[in-house]
Every structure is written in C-alpha cells, then in structure tokens.
C-alpha cells in the first residue's frame, strides 16, 4: 500500500519569490516514481515534474526542482522565480506496484501575490 | 503528451438515471484509468485497463463500470446515479514501450453533477 502527505493545504508567495511544497510519502515498493501534478481553475491535471526513485540525482525542470530524500521519504517541491500562473492546486503523487496506480496526496493550494 | 478527451465536459443528471463519460486518445497508448476527485480527498482510482481485454477494478469501483471498446476508448458508465457520486472525474493514460512509460497523462475532465 501507498500513502501521501502534503501537510500544507495552502501557500502563498510573492511574485518573483521561492516557494517549496511539502510531501511525505510511504511505501513497500522498492520500484516506485514520483511526480508533482499542477491543477490550474481550468483543473486540466498538468505534469509538473517527474523523480525515478532509483536515481539520486534531485529532477528539475526549469524553475521547478525537487529535493528527493529517499531515506526520508520525503519529496518536496521547489518553485524559483513564482509566477502569477504558478497559482493553482499541487498534487503529489506516488506510483509503483504491479498495476502502477498513481495514489496521490490531498493537494497543496497556491496562491501567487503579485 | 497524450491527446485525451473527455466528454461531456459537464453534466447534470437526476439520481436513478443512467450516464455514460466517454474517454478518447489519439497516442496509441495502451493503458488507460478513470479516477474521482472530490474536494479535499485528492484522485482517487476507480477502475483501470492495460488493453482492451484487460480491466481491473480500483480502490472505489463499486456503483461504477467500464467498458473498454477500442484501445482508443474507455468509458465509464454509472448505471444508477447518486447524488455522492458528484465529483469531477478525470480519465488518463500511460504509454508502454517509448517515453516516459511511468507518465500518466489526464484528460480534462468531466464534471459531474447528481441531484
């Protein structure tokens, strides 16, 4: 079984400012993936971000970066350089096991001040 | 990403009627998923196919089915709805073979109403 935790149900940011994203999650798969979903008022579920769990290596993608701490299990979020249309809900999420179901966490809601 | 649909976009029914929420794809992918989510609960999976004789139920399938009638399409169809069905229901896939095959990619979803 999969279980995640986004212990912050709300954020908010300066425009131009850095915001990290909490997530815990926990699993007995020792094959798993991560991921950081962004859910805008249109609420299209857009992939932010991908971590294989085997790599150390921390993903970014452009002002979006992770720090995977594996032992931790914790995966957070980094959004560098906020934007006005960063502002939305933030998913994390977690999949591995045979029928590689993605269980996600409650959502972290973003607001980005201008 | 893949090219997913959903229709309709929004629907509003009446408790005891039948619906239908249909989920195409254009990108060939082989797996396909219906989750619900509902206010402060995140996604949940309802049921999930990896071809189109293959369909498994999820953690929440009961009052729910699927028919998976192509590799293309995968449809969810409450045959009695109810008003705790309300939930905004989102379809999704995942490539086998190229790409990120891990990657689950949404559709727009499809709000659902039920008085």
């Known amino acids: 079984a999969q279980t995640v935790t986004q212990s912050q149900p709300e954020m908010s940011v300066q425009e131009a400012e850095t915001v990290t994203l909490s997530c815990t999650y926990d699993t007995s798969e020792s094959d798993y993936y991560l991921f950081w979903y962004k859910q805008p008022p249109s609420r299209q579920m857009i992939l932010v971000i991908r971590?294989?769990?085997?790599?150390?290596q921390n993903a970014t993608e452009n002002r979006f970066s992770v720090n995977f701490q594996k032992a931790a299990k914790s995966f957070s979020l980094k959004i560098s350089d906020s934007q006005l249309g960063d502002a939305a809900m933030y998913f994390c999420a977690s999949q591995g096991g045979s029928n590689y179901k993605l269980t996600f966490g409650k959502g972290t809601l973003l607001t980005v001040n201008p | 990403d893949a090219d997913v649909t959903q229709t309709p976009r929004n629907r509003i029914t009446k408790t005891g009627k039948r619906i239908m929420l249909e989920c195409s794809q254009t990108k060939g992918h082989d797996r396909m998923y219906w989750y619900r989510q509902d206010p402060g609960l995140g996604l949940r999976l309802i049921y999930y196919s990896f071809d189109v004789k293959d369909i498994n139920k999820g953690e929440i399938s009961d009052g729910y089915s699927v028919s998976r009638q192509a590799q293309a399409k995968f449809s969810l169809s409450l045959e009695s709805a109810i008003p705790n069905q309300t939930a905004l229901y989102f379809c999704?896939?995942?490539?086998?073979?190229?790409?990120?095959?891990?990657?689950?990619?949404f559709g727009p979803g499809t709000r659902l109403t039920v008085l």
């Open positions: 971590q294989e769990a085997y790599k150390q």
């Open positions: 999704a896939t995942r490539p086998t073979g190229e790409g990120f095959t891990d990657t689950q990619y």
